[in-house]
């Protein structure tokens, strides 16, 4: 019985799966080998009835052997999960017991080993069926072959009642720890596919995640070289005839514009930091960057090294803001661009005298969502002012450490 129970309750819920019902079922073999021979030695050693009675007794018990061997060890290990094919097991196995049972009272030894089978492969209603089967019926048949003396039939009967007692009690807590084991199983069969489906989510998080970074840095950086390079090109149209140098100028800024956009697209694709950050400080990339866009620059605080991550978010804040400013308050306007060193925060703006626009309003467009977006993943903000005709400017403010102080 014991061994029943250890290995119902280790099916598939053991860190080893179902390796460790396999291998505990293995105890079975021994067990029921034993329960038989003990059965055929108990047997063999009864005083009646007449030896060719138990000879023929035993010859049918082996038959319960290649039974149990071919048909019963797959259906136990399958834990009862085919129900007819348990049925077929089980009444196989009692019409075979129930003739030696019948025949020689001590046969009804190997009951130690069928009864528990009967709970492993049965549900609770058919396993006592087939339990009251076993106890019952051999003792019947046999008191009505034999007709023993009314003091040995009622040991036989009491017998009988406390091991269908037995069995109840005995089997039904075995069906219960099965019936928990295999709610354990479902547990973690459904916490596994939850884990796997969790896994899948986290993944197409990350990818979501990662392909709208690429698109804010492809939209600051190889989106607006490009523009730049359209109107550019617009430019040097409109002035090849009337004004030969200022076209020369604007094709050396179209020249510039492009190598930096090649620049872009390698680290881009590198994964390093932007070309304009590469071996310069903040203010010269800033510097540059007006510098490509006829804007001033004022860098006010105490200039230090940043870490990567606000510096970025600087340079392309201030990317963002320049090409807005040149697509909607048109190249005619000034630009100025502000870095401001505090303590523990940076500060940089952007700032044109067009025509502005009224910031309240639903506008669409990736620029300033993607400008927010970009500010929120180091922790800042980012503000945009602006009225119609009075101009407009992007401020993004980011956290940095905090300088540190100088011993005298």
């Keep these: 019985m014991s061994a029943a129970v250890g290995s119902c309750d280790a099916s598939g819920t053991g860190p080893a799966g179902p390796n460790v019902w396999e291998r505990t079922f293995r105890l079975w073999d021994p067990y029921f080998a034993v329960v038989w021979v003990v059965t055929v030695v108990f047997v063999l050693g009864a005083a009646d009835p007449g030896r060719p009675v138990r000879l023929a007794a035993i010859g049918l018990l082996a038959l319960l052997v290649p039974w149990y061997v071919l048909v019963g060890r797959p259906v136990l290990m399958a834990e009862g999960q085919d129900e007819r094919r348990s049925l077929g097991y089980v009444a196989g196995a009692v019409l075979l017991f129930l003739p030696p ?45 034999w007709r023993p003396a009314p003091r040995i039939l009622f040991a036989n009967s009491v017998s009988a009642v406390v091991s269908i007692v037995f069995s109840a009690a005995i089997g039904s807590w075995i069906i219960r720890v099965i019936e928990q084991s295999r709610e354990r199983a479902d547990l973690i069969a459904e916490l596994d596919a939850s884990r796997h489906e969790l896994s899948r989510l986290s993944a197409a998080h990350g990818a979501l995640a990662e392909r709208e970074r690429m698109a804010r840095e492809i939209h600051d950086t190889l989106a607006q070289g490009f523009t730049s390079l359209l109107m550019l090109t617009q430019a040097v149209e409109a002035e090849l005839d009337r004004d030969p140098a200022q076209a020369r100028r604007h094709l050396a800024l179209m020249d510039e514009t492009a190598r930096q956009n090649l620049a872009e697209a390698r680290a881009l694709v590198a994964g390093g930091t932007p070309a304009d950050l590469d071996g310069a400080s903040l203010p010269d990339a800033l510097g540059r960057l007006a510098a490509r866009h006829d804007a001033t620059l004022k860098v006010t605080g105490p200039v230090r090294a940043l870490p990567a991550g606000p510096e970025v978010v600087a340079l392309r804040s201030c990317q963002e803001g320049l090409a807005n400013a040149r697509k909607h308050a048109g190249s005619s306007t000034s630009v100025a661009i502000g870095l401001a060193y505090a303590d523990d925060t940076l500060t940089v703006s952007v700032r044109d ?51 540190r102080s100088e011993a005298p």
Excluded: K
């Design 101 to 145: 049972g019948i025949m020689v009272g001590e046969t009804r030894v190997l009951t130690f080993a069928l009864i528990p089978q009967c709970f492993m492969a049965l549900r609770m209603r058919w396993a006592m069926t087939a339990v009251l089967v076993i106890n019952v019926a051999p003792v019947a048949g046999w008191s009505l072959l």
């Design 353 to 403: 005298d067009g025509c502005g626009f009224d910031a309240g309003a639903v506008h669409d467009g990736y620029g300033l969502a993607g400008l927010r977006a970009r500010a929120a993943e180091v922790g800042g903000t980012a503000q945009v002012s602006s009225a119609p005709g009075d101009g407009t400017t992007v401020t993004v403010r980011l956290p940095v450490p905090a300088a």
